[in-house]
């Protein structure tokens, strides 16, 4: 089955007692049992509810994988992956990566005896003399979170294999419409799927996929015992959103195009990070491991202090201030005060993240809005 096919249908069937094409929403924490432990194949919600199940089904059918859980929120599942490990144990990573994953490796996982490394990936040699007996995981964001950096999936998978890392990639900002990190030797794919992938707006969650038995185990079991599972009506929002995640994605690419092309010949813009360019360091990886360049974009604003970058940043009407991303209204979003805000000024300036840096998330609107809005902000 083709991709926008499977977003359709994957994982559902016509209900078996009442025949509603739509998966319904299973409002029930728990399920009965004729006699103990002798159920349907459901016994408690926050293990498996069959509304999640359609849902992680799609998921894992988007990304051509065997296994799919849903989590509470991207964080969530991220959590999970991190909880696989024991004190002691290395984790290496990006240098620019979502400010709430950073956090959460530095100020929660650290104090368990977990050992990060931040570094700069764009050349995945730059990962073999941090590896040591204790390197566990190898976790990438591609693009990332918020200078669009690409990072070489298979080359990193390559490593990963060679020294026995796990190695996981948040591909929120690619959607599996544009990579599949699983594909290209990556072991567990991570989704906020908050954003593409529920590309409303209106749902927060995250997803774990893999094509690993052992892996899915250990992960399902961290799922049921922690619990930060979803509940039906968000899983409901989110099947309903993938059945167009397909047609959305091309309008997010073809607008996403046509404003970076637009902000590159701006006069009060020093720079714009957008790996469809040719002289993005690493475009040609990203043509080799992406089927298109998405909607996501970085600014830097010329000649521009804090105040002239929040005064930019306000004066939109058609793109919202807001944080998040991948929905079909577009954003845009102060990183340094808003997504990143946890990263230490000189860490995040390290990776590009300066005051005057802006990221635009490119919705689904007429690109002469778009474009109008975007004229009007920057003069
Ligand atoms: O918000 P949540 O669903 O928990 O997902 C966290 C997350 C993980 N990975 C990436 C690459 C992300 O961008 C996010 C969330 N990001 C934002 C809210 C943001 O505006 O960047």
């Not at 728990?30 to 408690?44: L, M, R, V």
């Not at 998978?157 to 690619?174: G, P, Q, W, Y």
């Amino acid at each position: 089955m083709k991709f926008g096919t499977k977003a359709i249908h994957a994982g559902q069937e016509p209900d078996p007692t009442t025949g509603a094409v739509m998966t319904p929403i299973y409002q029930t924490s728990t399920f009965w049992q004729a006699s103990p432990g002798k159920h349907q194949g459901y016994a408690y919600a926050r293990g498996k509810n069959p509304t999640r199940t359609a849902l992680e089904k799609c998921l894992a059918a988007l990304e051509n994988a065997e296994h799919g859980l849903c989590f509470s929120s991207g964080m969530g599942a991220t959590d999970a992956v991190i909880k696989m490990l024991k004190p002691g144990d290395e984790v290496i990573t990006g240098n620019d990566l979502y400010g709430g994953t950073y956090r959460m490796f530095t100020k929660v996982f650290a104090n368990y005896g977990i050992k990060f490394h931040f570094i700069d990936l764009s050349n995945p040699q730059n990962i073999v003399p941090y590896i040591n007996a204790n390197t566990k995981l190898l976790w990438v964001e591609t693009p990332t979170n918020p200078t669009m950096q690409i990072v070489d999936i298979e080359a990193c998978a390559n490593i990963s294999k060679a020294h026995h890392l796990t190695f996981a990639v948040d591909n929120t900002f690619a959607s599996p419409y544009l990579q599949n990190p699983l594909a290209l030797g990556a072991d567990i794919v991570m989704h906020s799927v908050t954003k593409y992938l529920g590309g409303h707006s209106d749902v927060i969650m995250g997803a774990l996929i893999t094509n690993n038995d052992e892996i899915h185990e250990k992960l399902a079991f961290i799922h049921n015992s922690c619990g930060a599972t979803p509940g039906p009506m968000d899983s409901f929002l989110v099947l309903r959103g993938l059945k167009t995640l397909h047609l959305r994605m091309k309008a997010h690419c073809e607008n996403g195009a046509k404003v970076a092309h637009f902000l590159k010949n701006h006069p009060k813009i020093e720079k714009v990070y957008w790996p469809g360019f040719e002289e993005h360091p690493n475009h040609a990886i990203a043509k080799k491991q992406m089927r298109d360049f998405g909607g996501m974009i970085s600014i830097v604003l010329k000649d521009a202090d804090l105040q002239r970058t929040f005064d930019v940043a306000s004066s939109f009407k058609v793109f919202t201030l807001a944080e998040s991303l991948g929905g079909v209204e577009s954003l845009i979003n102060h990183p340094a005060t808003m997504t990143h805000a946890s990263i230490p000024k000189e860490e995040r300036e390290k990776a590009g993240v300066v005051d005057s840096l802006l990221r635009l998330s490119v919705g689904v609107e007429d690109i002469e809005d778009l474009l109008e809005d975007l004229q009007n902000a920057l003069k």
